[in-house]
């Protein structure tokens, strides 16, 4: 038969049940700054003592059924950090360490030592690489697919000085093959009215300067000769930073300072094959002068172009609404990386809570459904953004205001029954 009794357990268990919530709204709390977090919340429930009679059955108190999540959408912060992305809608980042897998909403992302896209635990981002098989793996900036794309035209235009000095082009002086080399850059520059360099790529995607001198050479006449470093087509190079030629071109103007005549499309000024001594291609390579002017002011070269691209590394990521990653090179190429995979479940809230913003499957929860961004029910990733903490702490704190109520009355009703067994003790 319940008793006064049955009121100490009633406050002990208020006393211990808003214990737990208060400690479930301080977590809340500590956890408004933490990018992912999802607010809890304490489920109460009722205690019956015993089975009782209908009409007649006498509570004892209550305690936490359950720690429930509430999983809402987070405010994205802007941050620009390429690798802090935030979840625009349903899904959750995969993670992994060994044969364990985690999910996640906090996007803060960094890239390890060994080019591996890892949160800040150092716990391996999964995803579907380019050059993968399909299957989940980790994610590798390094892992950059690039060609190399050997230079194959060259277009200089500008204007060349109509009043420079005339040279006699039988006096330039000719590097020949001389092995150790005699003619320098300096020779070749002292009698030259103008000189320009461009930067070619072989089938390997070397760099290689090649130097352009212009000589005034008759009126309305310039020559353009072009010259390598011996040190790339030398078979033994014991000097370097040596002229070695590769072709030349004999080009006319009229009296309105255009090219006489003017090139068509097609046409070249003069081509060369290049052997280089680093086990590259032969480079066949056409050149071409224009536009160019011949009028009475300084000479100057106004654009430089060439079709080559050199092998580039890594210089900085995007990542895509789709989840995917792709590399920016610093020879202005882009590759593709792969894609992040995003997972979704039956029943969120059925996910376990573990330490470092991760959750993990459970038999509550449902198996992991694998996918992508924006396609089926996944929603989009947005780069350089983080999704905020969804607690309100103006409503935490309010909460703990209740929570301190219920505490402090069920603490009186302990305090209250013992004065009252006091005065039935009294009565013996």
């Known amino acids: ?110 890239v390890d030592s060994a080019g591996f896209v890892v949160d800040q635990a150092g716990l391996a981002v999964l995803g579907f690489p380019i050059n993968g098989n399909g299957a989940l793996e980790p994610l590798n900036i390094n892992a950059v697919e690039q060609d190399a794309i050997e230079t194959t035209e060259v277009v200089v235009s500008g204007n060349v000085d109509a ?37 070619v790529f072989d089938s390997l995607g070397t760099r290689h300067p090649v130097t352009f001198f212009f000589y005034h050479t008759d009126v309305n006449e310039y020559t353009v000769r072009g010259y390598v470093n011996n040190e790339d087509v030398d078979g033994v190079a014991s000097l370097t930073g040596y002229p070695r030629f590769i072709g030349e071109s004999t080009i006319s103007f009229g009296g309105d300072g255009q090219r006489s005549p003017l090139p068509i499309p097609g046409d070249v000024d003069f081509n060369s094959v290049i052997t280089w001594n680093n086990g590259a291609e032969d480079s066949d390579i056409d050149y071409l002068f224009s536009p160019l002017t011949q009028f009475s002011a300084q000479s100057n070269i106004l654009s430089i172009t060439q079709d080559g691209v050199g092998v580039g590394s ?5 990542v895509g609404t789709d989840g995917t990653i792709v590399a920016l090179l610093t020879n202005g190429q882009n590759s593709n990386l792969g894609q ?87 009565l013996a």
Do not use: C, W
Request: charged fraction near 15%; proline fraction near 3%.
């Open 314 to 318: 890594v210089e900085t990521i995007s």
């Open 340 to 426: 992040l995979a995003m997972a979704s479940f039956a029943n969120q809230e059925g996910l376990a809570r573990l330490s470092g913003n991760l959750l993990a499957e459970s038999t509550s929860s449902g198996v992991a459904v694998i996918g992508k961004a924006e396609s089926g029910s996944f929603g989009s990733i947005q780069s350089g953004t983080l999704e905020l903490s969804t607690v309100d702490i103006a409503s935490e704190f309010v909460k703990i205001i209740t929570l301190q109520r219920g505490f402090q009355a069920s603490s009186r009703i302990i305090t209250t029954i013992n004065q009252l067994l006091n005065e039935i003790i009294q």
């Open 1 to 110: 038969m319940p008793s006064i009794i049955n009121g100490l357990f009633a406050g002990r268990a208020g006393i211990s049940s808003h214990g737990n919530a208060i400690s479930v709204a301080g977590d809340n709390i500590s956890n408004a700054s933490t990018p992912g977090f999802k607010t809890t919340r304490a489920e109460f429930q009722s205690l019956i003592a015993g089975d009782g009679v209908l009409g007649r059955q006498f509570g004892s108190g209550s305690s936490v059924a359950a720690v429930s999540t509430l999983f809402e959408q987070g405010t994205l912060e802007f941050t620009g950090r390429p690798l802090d992305l935030g979840v625009s809608g349903e899904g959750y980042f995969i993670l992994a360490r060994d044969q364990s897998r985690y999910y996640t909403r906090a996007g803060n992302f960094k």
């Open 163 to 199: 009043s420079a000095t005339l040279v006699d082009v039988t006096t330039i002086p000719d590097p020949g093959l001389a092995v150790p080399p005699t003619v320098t850059y300096t020779d070749l520059n002292q009698m030259a009215e103008y000189s320009t360099v461009v930067d």
